[in-house]
């Protein structure tokens, strides 16, 4: 086991580092010279390559990025260009609102997706099979964007139940998820997200679930006289290593997705924080968003593999 | 949205290979594929919206792009515009005709783009191992590190919109799953005992690449391609509501359902309309992917 946590972390590092060259390379291949948007247009040609000099752009681009990754292993992810706030605090507060939104709806969606996935596996051809079927394809077809607006023509525009767009009725910062006047403000993005990996895990649930459901070992309980409800949970044991898998997976996915539906209800997490640097441009913000996010997804990636070789023994051993 | 589904193909040819039948391997896909009416009827809805979209120019009733303010946002079912106009008074029967044509490109180029780069990239991975696979292999690695989402974002919000910007982004997000996918079905074919035989017989690398890795790793690739269609046009449309996209007036879906969503409490049905129209599209692609994956025989 240990063996296995300690080479499943040192094989993280590579990856790591590849995810900040990337993230380094952002800044390459936005086009114009980060200088020269700086000055003004008539500033003498000695002044520019000072200034040049002193942000190190005279270097060679690797030394550049070994500056660059010291700095950012301190914590210093630079300066927001459109308000001169560290980019590190900023990404911070929006990314704890952006996660928390995404374990609300990965969760919701995990449970829902083994009940339904269950039931159609069992149910296999039958009417609920054929519905979950159908969800599924829609879910995978969707886009999110398109889902949040509909919800929000819906719930808010016709049926006025929930608050269309924001975060709490008194802002963010006394937003409290266990105050149902606050949280009303969360449902919406959560369906909205928590649709397509619904989908995704209703379909693999009811895949796995099914090919396991047809292996001897089933055959053998049902001869030693177990009920329906037992043979069940026995195989919803067997699928569980695959199903935390897909969960991380998802959670993942959520959270680098989620730009889209936080900017239909401008809920103030990374997502809205990715679109306001595109809208104004701020390349140094939208670089330590991604940073932060990619670095997410590989360490709830790590999380997720260890988690599985804790309960699949199996996995240990290849 | 949905995101690429990581890329895995054990892809069993010894059971499935039909070599002894007189039909050829075609034959026989379409043979499966002519009972299977769901997935028809979706190449026939594509063919169709591929038709409006190749002759928007003479089927469009209005100009897309000329704007009156004396008829802005009317409904759906208005006498002179059937799915009544946007916010700028523009005809949306001939806006979503228009806006097709991107979306559709957006849909389709970069996944072709995707496919020969990252189809070459896995065959050459797959089929050589050793060094070379490892390279090229971890270097996808670091891009699987990203959400596929936010590796869009992060690319086109660099470089900025447009539609060749956007078509660049595009292609480097679904290069790295299809080179997986590639790379996976090459090297199960390589260990076949046939190309160990061909290679005996003196036949050039390059000769057993294409006449027999090629034909192997084709379907299983292309079934592949032909799911990422329906994200391409998703992610493209994504990134054109975040203004990555085309440029105004000119619109694609995503675009459109932008600009509209100011107007959802005057004319929520026409400010959904870009959306149902991306909706469609891309079930249909996903539902023909899903019946090609079973003519052909493809494992995923």
Request: aromatic residues 8%.
């Amino acid at each position: 086991m240990w063996m296995y946590a300690l080479r499943r972390l040192v094989l993280t590092i590579p990856i790591l580092l590849g995810v900040t060259i990337i993230c380094f390379a952002l800044v390459q291949i936005a086009p114009g010279d980060p200088i020269t948007s700086l000055v003004r247009p008539d500033t003498p040609p000695e002044q520019i390559a000072a200034l040049r000099a002193y942000y190190g752009l005279d270097q060679p681009v690797v030394f550049q990025y070994l500056m660059w990754l010291w700095r950012v292993l301190g914590g210093n992810f630079g300066t927001s260009i459109a308000n001169n706030a560290p980019v590190a605090s900023e990404v911070m507060r929006a990314f704890a609102n952006t996660i928390v939104i995404a374990l609300i709806s990965v969760l919701f969606a995990f449970v829902v997706s083994l009940v339904l996935g269950t039931i159609a596996a069992i149910r296999q051809g039958g009417i609920v099979d054929r519905l979950v079927t159908a969800l599924a394809v829609f879910g995978i077809s969707v886009p999110t964007f398109w889902l949040a607006v509909v919800l929000v023509i819906i719930f808010a525009v016709n049926l006025n139940w929930l608050p269309a767009t924001g975060m709490g009725a008194s802002g963010s910062d006394s937003f409290n998820y266990f105050v149902w006047d606050d949280f009303k403000f969360a449902i919406m993005p959560i369906v909205a997200l928590a649709l397509p990996p619904l989908a995704i895990m209703t379909r693999i649930t009811r895949a796995s679930l099914s090919e396991i459901l047809n292996q001897d070992f089933i055959q053998t309980l049902r001869a030693k006289g177990l009920g329906g409800f037992q043979i069940i949970t026995h195989a919803i044991r067997n699928i569980m290593p695959a199903a935390i898998a897909m969960l991380g997976l998802q959670l993942g996915y959520l959270i680098g997705g989620s730009v889209l539906v936080e900017t239909v209800f401008t809920w103030p997490g990374t997502g809205a924080l990715l679109n306001k640097a595109i809208l104004t441009r701020d390349i140094p913000l939208l670089q330590g968003t991604i940073l932060v996010l990619a670095g997410a997804f590989v360490l709830i990636n790590l999380v997720v593999d260890l988690a599985q070789s804790l309960v699949d023994p199996r996995i240990k051993r290849s | 949205m949905t995101d690429i589904p990581a890329g895995s193909l054990p892809v069993d040819k010894s059971q499935s290979a039909p070599s002894t039948k007189v039909r050829g391997y075609w034959g026989s896909v379409w043979n499966r594929l002519r009972y299977d009416y769901t997935t028809l009827f979706c190449m026939a809805l594509i063919a169709a919206i591929v038709l409006a979209a190749i002759f928007a120019p003479w089927l469009s009733p209005m100009d897309p792009e000329k704007s009156s303010m004396a008829n802005r946002l009317r409904p759906i079912g208005h006498a002179k515009f059937g799915l009544g106009t946007d916010e700028q008074g523009r005809d949306m029967i001939s806006r979503l005709l228009w806006g097709g044509r991107v979306s559709l490109l957006m849909g389709i180029v970069p996944v072709c783009f995707a496919t020969l780069i990252g189809g070459a990239f896995g065959i050459i991975a797959g089929y050589y191992g050793g060094k070379v696979n490892m390279v090229i292999m971890r270097t996808m690695d670091v891009f699987f590190a990203f959400p596929s989402v936010l590796l869009a974002v992060a690319i086109a919000g660099s470089l900025g919109g447009g539609i060749g910007n956007q078509m660049i982004t595009l292609t480097v997000v679904l290069i790295p799953p299809l080179c997986r996918v590639a790379e996976t079905a090459t090297a199960q074919v390589r260990s076949l005992d046939f190309v160990d035989a061909a290679r005996a017989s003196g036949a050039s690398t390059y000769s057993i690449i294409t006449s027999h890795v090629l034909i192997n790793v084709l379907s299983p690739v292309l079934v592949y391609s032909s799911t990422l269609v329906s994200i391409s046009i998703i992610l493209a449309s994504g990134l054109s509501f975040l203004g990555l996209g085309v440029s105004p007036p000119t619109a694609d879906w995503g675009l459109m359902l932008s600009t509209l969503r100011q107007s959802i409490y005057v004319q929520p049905l026409v400010a959904a309309l870009p959306g149902v129209c991306i909706l469609i599209t891309s079930i249909a692609f996903n539902l023909v992917s899903d019946g090609l994956r079973q003519a052909m025989d493809v494992k995923a």
